[in-house]
């Protein structure tokens, strides 16, 4: 299941997923309840706000990705787009007329300017704003949003700055609102697998875990005025860390239960040499471009980054969108009593596999795999793999958030899984600054780590 940056939901993906919503997308009711003695039962401790008979979605930024989001949001049942703002006019028409054409209302459009969102944030038909703007939006975004009284849902990370990350915690604690960053990848099937083979303890006890984000998208850099290689080629340039490290990193620290009774204590961190964007600028666009004005390029190509837990785990985080490297979220997780691997799938494990020496791949492991599936991949998979978006985990990760809004359900993330996931940007470049030092994670919940309960998907 790859994750294409670069692409936005296509004309035939829509379609498909318009003729489900107008098929009554069963999903919404019938199977949510079905769903529901399956999912996430309340947690002691865990933010939950009443139930919303209806959401009503805003948008901020309706590029590569928010157009996606945009689009799926539309085949749930119970949602309702009130709201959109782009700075980029061809993308907020393209967004304005997406939604007219398929029968909704048309939405209020917000586009004068980088603050034009604010005056959306003003009006009280929205319950939600979904955040799909550059890395450096978000933060900001997701705290007005916040102060004005709506849920906030922000593309990853969720923030770049460890300042911005205690800005979206103090924020969501003073204004009581969701505050959730949208890390898509704990909704894949491999990860809801291995999460449910985790809570059945049929790993042991976890010892270990490796994630990634290594995926060539050096070609973005051909958006040189608009879209994603325009913005984020800046990072590259300016930065060195792991700039982008939660879609390998959130699944696996789901598995370990972090801000649920472990979490992240401290990192190290080095990077490679900065080599593969220079190159690519010299073999892609004249001497004179601005990507060949560039004097330093900073963020080394391949970053390794490793956590230590509270509880003595430990986990390798690497980040690579440089390389000509095929595409790995790795998804490795390693218990006493067997080890999960991605990309391709593999298992070791006492009691599941023929043997611990080596691995079970192919025809058996999907045999296992179908045995052991997550339950919100059995009751919602099929559907989900319908709605699209990355093999469909895009659809399952909104049609589950819409869930939970509507039944005044605790999210499967939180204001703290956004913090401490996305901390491992800036303390990595910290960590490299400093000769790969060993640098604190701050504990975001303030000690609750030791008493929120562990996510409980599986019933
Ligand atoms: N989770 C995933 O699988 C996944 C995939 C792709 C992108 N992303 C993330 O989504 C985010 C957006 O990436 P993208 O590829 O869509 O970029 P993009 O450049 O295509 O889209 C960003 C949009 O935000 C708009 N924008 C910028 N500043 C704005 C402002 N001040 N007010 C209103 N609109 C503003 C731009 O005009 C543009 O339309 C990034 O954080 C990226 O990392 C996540």
């Not at 004249?286 to 837990?309: A, F, V």
């Not at 319908?386 to 359900?409: A, F, K, P, S, T």
Request: hydrophobic share 40%; proline share 5%.
């Amino acid at each position: 299941m790859w994750l294409n940056e670069s692409s936005t939901v296509s004309r035939r993906h829509f379609l498909r997923a318009t003729t489900l919503a107008a098929a009554g997308l069963a999903v919404g009711d019938g199977a949510a309840t079905r769903t529901a003695a399956a999912v996430t039962p309340a947690g002691a401790d865990l933010f939950r706000v009443p139930k919303l008979a209806r959401v009503r979605a805003a948008f901020i930024g309706v590029g590569a990705r928010g157009s996606g989001h945009l689009e799926q949001m539309m085949t749930l049942e119970g949602v309702d787009v009130t709201a959109i703002a782009d700075n980029h006019p061809p993308a907020l028409n393209a967004a304005v007329a997406c939604v007219v054409q398929s029968g909704r209302p048309r939405p209020a459009a917000y586009g004068d300017g980088d603050y034009a969102y604010r005056k959306m944030l003003e009006r009280d038909d929205v319950d939600l704003v979904i955040i799909a703007t550059p890395w450096e939006w978000h933060t900001r975004m997701c705290v007005d949003a916040l102060q004005a009284g709506k849920h906030a849902f922000t593309e990853v990370p969720a923030a770049i700055t460890l300042e911005e990350c205690w800005d979206l915690v103090k924020t969501q604690a003073k204004t009581q609102r969701h505050c959730m960053m949208l890390e898509n990848c704990n909704y894949g099937r491999e990860e809801l697998f291995c999460l449910n083979l985790v809570r059945l303890g049929l790993l042991g006890e976890l010892l270990h875990g490796e994630a990634a984000y290594i995926h060539d998208l050096r070609s973005q850099m051909h958006e040189v005025n608009h879209g994603t290689g325009s913005w984020r080629t800046w990072h590259y340039a300016k930065r060195n860390g792991n700039l982008y490290p939660t879609h390998g990193l959130g699944p696996v620290a789901q598995y370990m239960d972090i801000n649920r009774g472990d979490r992240f204590d401290h990192l190290s961190s080095i990077g490679s040499p900065a080599l593969g964007r220079e190159l690519f600028a010299k073999k892609n666009f004249p001497p004179e471009h601005k990507w060949n004005q560039i004097k330093l390029w900073n963020c080394g190509d391949m970053n390794t980054t490793i956590i230590k837990t509270a509880r003595g785990r430990t986990i390798m985080v690497q980040w690579d969108e440089t390389s000509p490297r095929p595409y790995s979220r790795h998804n490795l997780i390693q218990g006493t009593q067997g080890t999960f691997a991605g990309f391709p799938n593999r298992l070791a494990c006492e009691g599941l596999t023929a043997a611990t020496h080596e691995w079970t791949e192919g025809a058996r492991l999907e045999e296992i795999m179908k045995k052991y599936e997550h339950p919100l991949f059995v009751k919602m998979g099929e559907l989900a793999q319908q709605g699209g978006g990355h093999g469909g985990m895009d659809w399952l990760m909104l049609w589950r958030l819409v869930y939970c809004l509507r039944n005044g359900e605790p999210l499967d993330q939180d204001v703290y899984d956004a913090a401490a996931w996305s901390a491992v940007g800036p303390l990595s470049a910290q960590s490299v600054a400093r000769r790969g030092a060993a640098v604190d994670v701050p504990d975001f919940t303030r000690g609750r780590w030791q008493v929120r309960p562990p996510l409980r998907i599986v019933s």
